[in-house]
């Protein structure tokens, strides 16, 4: 019995130490509270690798929550894109839009969806997921 409960207790200790935290990032009046940035930097920012950002549809005078340059692994999700050409899928029809996106030394891992931004940059980084996004230009460097 003492067994069982040493390998239930370790299982509960492991899984704890992987936990997450979602970042919230949404600049609409009135939303607020723990782990909600009104920009993208910010969140990133506050956040530790592996944890998620979950990039809302911005305000409709605010066309993006600016420029994000990650150097630590996250995994962003937005809203989607071409949503006005998809009405059916979305009660939202806004896109999740930033400025550019830079993945810098450090942010190896992460991965993005469902963005609109005008530049995707990859500098010297492996093991970038990018799907189902809209960017305008995708600019890729080697550091070698």
Known sequence: MKSLLTIFLSLVFL???????????????????????????????????????IIDPSDPSITSYGDLTLT?????????????KNTELKADQRNSSLGSVYFNTGSGGSEIYGITASTLYIHGVSYITVSRNNFSNIIL????
């Open 15 to 53: 899984i704890s130490g992987m936990a997450q935290t979602v970042r919230r990032v949404n600049n609409i009046a009135g939303v607020s509270g723990t782990n909600v940035y009104t920009t993208a930097q910010a969140a990133h920012d506050a956040a530790v690798a592996n944890d998620i950002l």
């Open 141 to 144: 460097y080697n550091t070698n």
């Open 72 to 84: 630590k692994p996250l995994k962003i999700y937005g809203n989607g894109y071409f949503l006005t």
